[in-house]
């Protein structure tokens, strides 16, 4: 592994970037490359800002959020490409094929099962969120936090840590998001866009999810699952999902949660959540090809919606005390 000090000198030896992050990105994927991008961009760097899907709506209010786009079809040379909160190279997707070339590889991440890949790497399993390691990487390396990195930044944290409420936020959590502040963060106003301003037909689709929840083993497994069907009918988009599992981890005495998406390919995404270091879903997600975290974990298993409801609820119950 390297120190913030080494990346942050290469950043600042090298001029063209190619700032990628992972498919279905999350808040903590597109704030850490709007503030990467950004702040690179106000040392006079040239700075592509590229992923797969592109900016989503729902996030379209942050800072510099034109600057991020799907990758051109034609391949660029750059002197380097950082992969951001990006657990395995193929969750870069079609931003990875648009790299011609890049003389150097950097790879930041707080994914445990992060395989380390790249030449420059920083990987802190205990960090919430990738945006909290590029706070101390811009500090390191002197790098501006201007009130639109401090945003981007801020709404990166947020997002990662439940609002500041996951077990894996700590006292340098808060330090770090009061510092933001600081330099600039509307604790309010981010706080209003990202969590009151969903369109309703997420509502809908949670009214129409909740349907579907099956609860299992005396009350410690919780899951819904959306069919293709169900998402055409009401116009769901992929980014309507995002945080509704929460609505089942939230269930006293649930363990574990569990959302299943039916994909166009034949494929599920599962989706996993877990409330207790004794159940740890990475570890059931890596039995289905998966990852992520102890606590938040996900995979894409190829099978009907029934066949991988069945399959990955009994990974569950082998994990965790199904008859207690
Ligand atoms: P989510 O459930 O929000 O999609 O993902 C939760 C966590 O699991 C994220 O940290 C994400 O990186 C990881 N994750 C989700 N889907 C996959 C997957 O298909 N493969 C891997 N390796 N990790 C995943
Ligand atoms: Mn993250």
């Keep these: 592994m390297n120190s913030l000090a080494e990346i942050g000198r290469v950043l600042r030896a090298n001029q063209r970037f190619a700032i990628l ?8 994927a597109l704030g850490s490359q709007l503030a990467l991008g950004l702040s690179l961009e106000q040392l006079g760097k040239e700075v592509a800002i590229w992923n797969e899907d592109g900016m989503l709506d729902k996030y379209s209010f942050m800072a510099g959020a034109e600057r991020l786009s799907r990758p051109p079809s034609e391949p660029q040379d750059f002197d380097v490409a950082v992969a951001l909160d990006t657990a395995t190279q193929n969750r870069l997707g079609t931003a990875a094929a648009a790299i011609r070339t890049a003389k150097t590889w950097v790879n930041i991440d707080h994914h445990p099962s992060n395989p380390r890949y790249g030449d420059l790497v920083f990987i802190d399993p205990v960090a ?7 706070f101390d990487l811009m500090c390191a390396a002197e790098m501006p936090v201007d009130p639109a990195i401090a945003e981007n930044l801020f709404v990166a944290i947020s997002t990662d840590t439940g609002s500041f409420q996951y077990p894996n936020t700590t006292a340098r959590t808060f330090e770090i998001g009061a510092e933001l502040i600081r330099r600039g963060a509307n604790v309010g106003r981010l706080s209003q866009l990202l969590y009151e301003s969903y369109p309703l037909r997420r509502v809908e689709l949670l009214r129409d999810l909740l349907s579907t929840m099956r609860i299992a083993a005396h009350g410690q497994v919780a899951s819904f699952s959306l069919s293709l069907e169900l998402a055409a009918k009401l116009g769901v988009k992929p980014e309507d999902n995002e945080g509704l599992i929460d609505h089942l981890r939230a269930i006293h005495g649930v363990v574990v949660a569990v959302f299943f998406e039916e994909l166009l390919e034949g494929k599920v995404r599962v989706s996993m959540r877990s409330k207790s270091d004794a159940a ?45």
């Design 280 to 324: 740890d879903v990475c570890a059931i997600c890596e039995r289905f090809g998966g990852g992520g975290h102890k606590l938040a974990a996900g995979a894409r298993v190829r099978g009907t919606l029934p066949e991988v409801e069945q399959r990955v609820l009994a990974a569950i119950c082998d994990v965790i005390d199904c008859n207690s």
């Design 128 to 134: 919430p969120a990738t945006g909290q390691i590029l």
């Design 21 to 28: 992050s992972h498919v279905r990105p999350d808040g903590d």
